[in-house]
């Protein structure tokens, strides 16, 4: 059977039927007054989740669904009949979208639920409604309303509850095919799976739950090379996912590590939510003899990352029992302690040593300016020190004091040049000074001789 997960439809609810304009007419009543009858409504179209179905490959040959229209009214009071209603059935997990809007109308996770999505008319009033006292035979009648339409948007994501992913030809048909009872095609190529499988794994103690294979992504299948994006929606609703790493691929340019980087960054791409899921990571075909050569690197690899991984061999059946119970463990518990390990402890570096003594350097020089006032002092002490064992020396040999006086009058010496240089302006003072005096002296000198000649000349008039 062919799996389809997503088709696009047109679906339309039923109209209500119209009123009916009637009066009664019988032998023996005169103006029987008017009996039409009610317009029946339209059936509304319903979805309904169905768990026997697994494809929307119903809807992908028959895209236009219409419900039936209400019956119209009818005289002597007799009402149409209402259509029943158009139900619709989908597989569990189904998301109905509005094409126009983008609205998601539904999303039917649950067995038997239902969700309207276009409701039917309703039936119009007949004439016997319109009937009053001032208006005893109304001529006319209500019309029913019209059904919605819309165009929708099926979209199928399977409900599993662990999802696997890998690159092409990793091991996940032949994973999936061991440990449940879903036989998926498996061959030696890339692109074997083309659609999703789901198959039930039957764990301890009765427990069991759901496992999705899908097909291999690629790097750029963000922008469409392989099959891309289109089927990743079938582990948005997952709870754990399975990283099987191709450990015998024999391309050059493909490595465990690198591929694991790669599927992750896809992931990302397509949603935040699912690149954030927990993944159990799990080296695969154990088996071949090199690819235990690349085990040991990938685990020390993974290790600094703090992840665990899980070496297994789905062709051999080997470590399927530790894988299958870090899964069970995360999914049913929710803890996540399996999946991580320790990373291992990073060496120490010498050279981090080093910068501790400039630290200590840095606050010598910080802590240097607090010292310069006992330096100070000593400075002061020790110019002081050699004046008092001057004077000391001084008291005690008597006979050197006249070098002491030649250094006292070699002190002064520069006061008296200062003297010196101040000399001439007092000079110039006394020159004046002496000027005025000896005019004043003059001044007597020149009155007594004027004074001795006149003394003559008044003798001679006496």
């Known amino acids: 059977m062919k799996f389809v997960d997503e088709v696009r439809i047109f679906v339309k609810a039923g109209d209500g039927g119209n009123g009916a304009v009637a009066f009664r007419r019988e032998k023996y009543v005169d103006r029987g007054g008017p009996n039409g009858g009610d317009g029946g409504n339209g059936g509304s179209v319903i979805f309904e989740a169905d768990p026997q179905l697994t494809t929307l490959l119903d809807y992908r040959y028959q895209q236009h669904h219409r419900a039936r229209s209400g019956e119209n009214g009818m005289g002597s009071d007799c009402n149409g009949r209402s259509s029943e209603d158009l139900i619709l059935k989908v597989p569990l997990g189904t998301i109905i979208r509005d094409v126009d809007t983008e609205e998601v109308l539904a999303d039917l996770n649950t067995a038997g639920e239902r969700k309207v999505v276009c409701k039917g008319g309703r039936g119009g009033l007949g004439n016997m409604n319109f009937a009053t006292s001032t208006r005893q035979t109304p001529?006319?009648?209500?019309?029913?309303?019209?059904?919605?339409?819309?165009?929708?948007?099926?979209?199928?994501?399977?409900?599993?509850?662990?999802?696997?992913?890998?690159?092409?030809?990793?091991?996940?048909?032949?994973?999936?095919?061991?440990?449940?009872?879903?036989?998926?095609?498996?061959?030696?190529?890339?692109?074997?799976?083309?659609?999703?499988?789901?198959?039930?794994?039957?764990?301890?103690?009765?427990?069991?739950?759901?496992?999705?294979?899908?097909?291999?992504?690629?790097?750029?299948?963000?922008?469409?090379?392989?099959?891309?994006?289109?089927?990743?929606?079938?582990?948005?609703?997952?709870?754990?996912?399975?990283?099987?790493?191709?450990?015998?691929?024999?391309?050059?340019?493909?490595?465990?590590?690198?591929?694991?980087?790669?599927?992750n960054e896809e992931l990302r791409k397509y949603s935040d939510e699912l690149s954030s899921k927990p993944q159990v990571v799990a080296a695969?075909?154990?088996?071949?003899?090199?690819?235990?050569e690349r085990l040991g690197k990938l685990t020390e690899e993974m290790r600094k990352r703090g992840i665990a991984v899980f070496p297994v061999s789905c062709a051999t059946g080997m470590g399927m029992q530790p894988l299958l119970d870090a899964v069970a463990e995360v999914l049913f518990t929710g803890r996540t302690d399996k999946l991580h390990v320790e990373p291992p402890p990073k060496p120490r570096v010498e050279k981090k040593t080093a910068?501790?003594?400039?630290?200590?350097?840095?606050?010598?020089?910080?802590?240097?300016?607090?010292?310069?006032?006992?330096?100070?002092?000593?400075?002061?002490?020790?110019?002081k020190a050699p004046v008092k064992k001057a004077v000391a020396v001084a008291k005690k040999a008597p006979a050197k004091k006249v070098p002491a006086k030649k250094a006292v009058a070699a002190k002064k010496a520069p006061m008296k040049k200062a003297a010196a240089k101040k000399a001439p302006v007092k000079k110039a003072a006394a020159k004046r000074v002496v000027t005025k005096k000896a005019a004043a002296k003059k001044a007597p000198a020149r009155r007594a001789a004027a004074a001795k000649k006149a003394a003559p000349k008044?003798?001679?008039?006496?």
């Open 139 to 263: 001529r006319f009648a209500q019309d029913g309303t019209q059904g919605e339409e819309r165009t929708l948007r099926l979209e199928l994501k399977l409900l599993a509850d662990v999802g696997l992913l890998g690159y092409p030809n990793a091991g996940k048909s032949t994973l999936i095919s061991v440990v449940s009872r879903a036989r998926p095609k498996i061959a030696d190529y890339p692109f074997t799976t083309l659609v999703p499988n789901l198959g039930l794994v039957q764990y301890k103690d009765g427990l069991s739950f759901v496992m999705a294979d899908i097909p291999g992504i690629i790097e750029g299948a963000s922008e469409g090379v392989g099959l891309g994006h289109q089927f990743l929606r079938h582990v948005e609703r997952c709870k754990v996912l399975i990283h099987l790493l191709d450990m015998g691929t024999e391309v050059e340019e493909r490595e465990p590590l690198k591929d694991f980087d790669v599927l």
């Open 284 to 292: 695969n075909k154990l088996d071949l003899p090199h690819a235990q």
């Open 355 to 383: 910068p501790a003594p400039a630290k200590k350097a840095a606050v010598v020089v910080k802590t240097a300016p607090a010292k310069k006032a006992p330096a100070k002092k000593a400075a002061a002490a020790a110019k």
């Open 458 to 462: 008044r003798a001679r008039r006496s």
